[in-house]
């Protein structure tokens, strides 16, 4: 657990301050298929996007996740 772990470094084009809060980046990831239906399950239960339910999750374990960033582009409202 005690190991660095180093992020890769970005090129190209850099963005403003606001620019960098705004962008978003994609994260694909393979599931089980019974955990998919579970979280699409659980979006229709709550109304909820599975973006935000999976932010929320990660929220959750330690990981910085605001409001804001669970509201997205989009305002969806946090509930």
């Given at each position: 657990?005690?190991?660095r772990c180093e992020m890769p470094r970005q090129t190209g084009k850099r963005l403003s301050g606001a620019s960098r809060r705004d962008a978003e980046v994609p994260l694909q990831i393979t599931i089980p298929p019974r955990v998919k239906r579970e979280l699409d399950i659980?979006?229709?239960?709550?109304?909820?996007t599975?973006?935000?339910l999976v932010l929320e999750a990660l929220r959750e374990v330690g990981v910085t996740v605001t409001d804001e960033d669970i509201a997205?582009?989009?305002g969806t409202k946090i509930r």
């Open positions: 657990m005690g190991e659980k979006a229709v239960e709550t109304g909820r599975r973006r935000a997205g582009r989009r």
